[in-house]
């Protein structure tokens, strides 16, 4: 699929955003479309039973990534989704293992970090549907640690994105899949790509394995909450080019904030 940045995302509902609309962006998403596009993610097909927080994100019909519930009301994503997209083509599923099919969600407002910047740092937007989401089996929102895992722990990853050897451009995974990987700590990770992250992102080594293209915006779980969320690499399943995420630990108390300054007076809050 051929990504290309076109200008800011139009949606047809109430739209904030607290990354200046001025900024000009180098977004490395678009680069990793072609490196990336016969990646391996080394996964085995699953079931949104087992990830019920995961919402598909598609454009114009084709899978664009992910993102996950923390409330019923409010999920998170990486903050290139809500960039460089018009006319209203994104799209939001939840509730269903396949990618095109599902609860069609829709947006009232997002809010991409201030510090993010077109890269790897800081690459994260909260968003809030017009609705709170009914919960279900298959329907229901994950919690946000407030730790990180010991170094080298092992931990689960789920996406719709590029899973095997041979994809071609036009190809589409429409079913969820799952992998384990392993948590790496942010220090192990800066020489990897100088220059590109800070102390908030960290990486995952487990080779033949890992979340890749179209995946963004996935979730990595240990113990029932999310700590970290996919936002790229240069490689899939890669040692020398691994998967990076941002650390959501690092984060909480932002997005919490987000979620209590936005809130309706008595709305109901479930986000942990």
């Given at each position: 699929m051929k990504l290309?940045?076109?200008?800011?995302?139009?949606?047809?509902?109430?739209?904030?955003?607290?990354?200046s609309s001025d900024t000009k962006l180098n977004d490395k998403h678009a680069e990793e479309s072609i490196e990336n596009e016969e990646k391996v993610q080394g996964g085995k097909l699953s079931s949104i039973t087992k990830h019920p927080y995961m919402i598909s994100i598609q454009n114009d019909g084709d899978t664009e990534g992910a993102a996950f519930l923390i409330d019923r009301r409010w999920a998170v994503t990486a903050a290139y989704h809500f960039y460089g997209f018009e006319n209203g083509s994104l799209t939001f599923r939840a509730g269903s293992s396949y990618a095109s099919k599902g609860r069609k969600l829709h947006v009232q407002s997002f809010f991409t970090h201030p510090g993010y910047l077109g890269r790897w740092k800081d690459d994260l937007t909260v968003f809030k549907l017009t609705k709170p989401l009914p919960l279900s089996k298959s329907i229901r929102p994950i919690g946000i640690a407030s730790s990180l895992p010991k170094n080298g722990t092992l931990a689960a990853t789920c996406g719709w994105g590029y899973q095997k050897w041979g994809f071609k451009a036009g190809d589409k995974n429409d079913t969820l899949r799952s992998t384990t990987v392993q948590y790496t700590e942010s220090e192990s990770c800066l020489d990897f790509y100088p220059g590109e992250l800070n102390d908030r992102n960290f990486c995952s080594l487990t080779e033949g394995k890992s979340p890749c293209v179209f995946d963004w915006g996935a979730p990595l779980v240990y113990k029932g909450k999310a700590f970290g969320l996919f936002v790229g690499g240069l490689g899939c399943g890669s040692l020398k080019n691994p998967p990076i995420y941002i650390d959501l630990t690092e984060y909480k108390k932002w997005i919490n904030n987000i979620i209590k300054k936005n809130s309706e007076p008595g709305e109901i809050i479930d986000f942990q």
């Open positions: 290309q940045i076109l200008g800011l995302i139009l949606l047809n509902t109430v739209i904030i955003s607290e990354c």
